[in-house]
């Protein structure tokens, strides 16, 4: 069976954006492989974050993973930093990676922005512990929205580098798994930036935490043009925040936008609007309330996240073992 690995950041303010690309994919890939689903603890410190918050937010993914239809008993849930391999792993990976491929990470240069001499070491190697992620488990296959593309085309690299550089074959290049109607989707506010857990208005995204009323009011005030939808998917060019709010409805609904434009062509932002705030509601509304319950017992998901490390640990330990031995490190 081939083996499938993932993972969110918890840094907060987990939305739709995360859900629709990412989450909810992961839940049907259970079925057809073995699943490795992590919460990044390390690469959220790559940015400053607040101990108990991490703490928090780390049960948080796991609760959101829970929640949303992870089986915490096909699947693997755990945190990064207590699988001692994805550090280990990582560092080997930067002595692999190159400068020049760093550099050129859209990810970095949106993060550090204009003060880059003061951004973190641990952020410029991010894309690097990312591969050791996937690759200290081999996995071959990773769920992802389309913002991810460019660091797993990296893993790849970094894969093929070490492979030619010690003449084996010890890492497969990863494909990326990227599907649905949602793989980006845009902030409420402005149809150019995806929507993030970091942008400064908590109106650009809906979360997980949201109530009827609060996802209600955000759609409500979403921005749109003043036109009325179109009948085919192809008058939704030049029209990102009409095109995102479709793609939307189109996920949760899970129908293709071509379908949602078949019922709501020629409809106004105000018939429009009300429809997919009843439909979120629906769809997603139960899974933040599971949520919810599920972050009001830590210990429950504390013991889920340490019997993940455990499982996570022995696939990576044969993986770490093979890998020292490629490079030369002496096992006394
Ligand atoms: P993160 O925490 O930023 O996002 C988690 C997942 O959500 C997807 N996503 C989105 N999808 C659609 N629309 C959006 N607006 C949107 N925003 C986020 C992301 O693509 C991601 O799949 N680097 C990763 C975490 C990571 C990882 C890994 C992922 C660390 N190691 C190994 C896969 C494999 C990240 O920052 O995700």
Known sequence: MSRIFSGVQPTGNLHLGNYLGAIRNFVGLQDDYECIYCAVDMHAITVWQDPADLRSNTREVAAAYLAAGVDSKRSIIFAQSTVAAHAELAWIFNCVARL??????TQFKEKAGKNRENASLGLYAYPSLMAADILAYKATHVPVGEDQKQHLELTRDIAQKFNNDYETETFPLVEPLIFGEATRVMSLRD???????????????ITFTDDRDS???KLRKART???PLPEKE???????EAANLVGIYAALADLNKQAVLDEFAGAAFSTFKPALTDLAVEKFGPIGEEMKRL????AHVDAILKEG????????????????EVVGFIRP
Not at 100 to 105: D, E, Y
Not at 295 to 298: L, R, S, V, W
């Open 100 to 105: 020049g491929w760093l550099n050129r990470m």
């Open 191 to 205: 149809g150019s930036k995806k929507m993030s857990k970091s942008d400064p208005s908590d109106y650009s995204r």
């Open 215 to 217: 996802i209600a009011k």
């Open 225 to 227: 043009d003043a036109d």
């Open 234 to 240: 192809e008058g939704l060019e030049g029209r990102p």
């Open 295 to 298: 972050m009001a017992d830590p």
């Open 309 to 324: 490390a455990e499982r996570a640990a022995a696939l990576a330990a044969p993986v770490m073992a093979e890998v020292k």
